[in-house]
């Protein structure tokens, strides 16, 4: 493990700041603001150069139920979706914004885990170190709360010399 970051840590209260082009639900935000933290440790600021071969490997059972819960309202009731939900309703957009913004040029893979998240992500890192499409991975566990709450996070940076 090169790098870790959680959310909340000491001294977090709320949700995490918004991000510019993602609405309504504080998943977003919350990939955005570990995905950050885990790379600051490790790198400071960023981009990183050309050529890293960094991964970005995003795990969530759940994604983003609140977004999808609140199409679905405003479809059974008639409404009008806003055009920023079609952008941001797979985990691949944001997962592509963190890429983008650290300039991290390795695959991006979003999983839904159906047993561990942590296991089956480090599975999927794994397998793209040896197959040689990345030399490390940014790993990002999330599940949002079920009430709304911006739930918890976890962002690890995995290299493959680090890897067993």
Do not use: K
């Amino acid at each position: 493990m090169l790098a870790e970051a959680r959310w909340p840590e000491d001294g977090d209260d709320g949700v995490p700041p918004g991000v510019p082009g993602f609405v309504f639900s504080a998943f977003h935000p919350l990939v955005v603001a570990v995905a950050e933290r885990c790379l600051t440790r490790r790198y400071g600021a960023g981009p990183l150069p050309a050529g890293n071969r960094t991964a970005v490997v995003l795990t969530s059972a759940g994604g983003d139920a609140a977004g999808s819960a609140h199409v679905r309202e405003t479809v059974a009731g008639g409404g009008r979706v806003g055009p920023l939900f079609f952008f941001q309703s797979v985990p691949n957009s944001v997962a592509g914004h963190v890429a983008a913004r650290w300039g991290l040029d390795g695959p991006v893979v979003c999983l839904s885990p159906t047993g561990d998240p942590r296991a089956e992500g480090e599975a999927e890192v794994d397998l793209l170190c040896h197959d040689g499409d990345a030399a490390q991975a940014l790993l990002i566990l999330i599940e949002p709360a079920p009430d709304g709450a911006p739930g918890e996070a976890t962002a690890v940076l995995l290299g493959e010399e680090t890897r067993q």
